[in-house]
Nanobody, 120 residues
């Protein structure tokens, strides 16, 4: 079992910044990858950013240049630094960890989600 606890969501004005945190119950680099996803009302959950190992990261085109994903293995925590926030970034943000399984499909774990609202 893996526990993921997100924090850092809230209400912010357009153009503002927020940093989300996701604390895992084990080393963040023990996973196939970790990532942030988001889901706005009426929309499907979408990928925002992933981190694999200490230096390999990917960002969705919609957030490139504004968001940064990083990890601190000493704290078992990944972060999503969000700058220049737009109203369309409003969503529930979820942390995901993928656990490798030797003899079967990888297992996905999700956090409980944290609300980010961008509004004036």
């Amino acid at each position: 079992q893996v526990q993921l606890v997100e924090s850092g969501g809230g209400l912010v004005q357009p153009g503002g910044s927020l940093t989300l945190s996701c604390a895992a119950s084990r080393s963040i680099f023990s996973f196939v990858f970790m990532g942030w996803y988001r889901q706005a009302p009426g929309n499907q959950r979408e990928l925002v950013a992933t981190i694999t190992g200490p230096r390999t990261t990917k960002l969705a085109d919609s957030v490139k240049g504004r968001f940064t994903i990083s990890g601190d293995d000493a704290k078992n925590t990944i972060y999503l630094q969000m700058n220049s926030l737009k109203p369309e970034d409003t969503a529930v943000y979820y942390c995901k960890a993928v656990v490798p399984v030797l003899d079967g499909p990888d297992i996905n774990y999700w956090g409980q989600g944290t609300q980010v609202t961008v509004s004036s």
